[in-house]
């Protein structure tokens, strides 16, 4: 059963950084995109960040280029989000997620098929 665990999430001033791990377990993850979603109150889950777990290649949603970085550690089963110059309108949960596929472009929460918990993110102005 695959598990997705993260960590990382906590209180930062506006200009910090943070970042965040996803321990994934369960399976061999060849063949995988894993993605990084936000969700904050009162909003719909919006798409950050994904990484195809072979190769390595990286998408990322605009507001996140060049500050957020996406990253894995196959040996560890691990992903990460290295967050940097963080602003308050990051703020939100933090979800990690991963589907079976290619295209690491693709945005839409609905065809990803696992799940963690989620890690809050709060940036304070």
């Known amino acids: 059963q695959v598990q997705l665990v993260e960590s990382g999430g906590g209180l930062v001033q506006a200009g910090g950084s943070l970042r965040l791990s996803c321990a994934a377990s369960g399976r061999t993850f060849t063949g995988y995109v894993m993605g990084w979603f936000r969700q904050a109150p009162g909003k719909e889950r919006e798409f950050v960040a994904a990484i195809r777990w072979s190769g390595g290649s990286t998408y990322y949603v605009d507001s996140a280029k060049g500050r957020f970085t996406i990253s894995r550690n196959i040996a560890k089963n691990t992903i990460y989000l290295q967050m940097n110059s963080l602003k308050p309108e990051d703020t939100a949960v933090y979800y990690c997620?991963?589907?079976?596929?290619?295209?690491?472009?693709?945005?839409?929460?609905?065809?990803?098929?696992?799940w963690g918990q989620g890690t809050q993110v709060t940036v304070s102005s």
């Open positions: 997620a991963a589907r079976y596929g290619y295209e690491v472009g693709e945005s839409n929460p609905r065809v990803y098929d696992y």
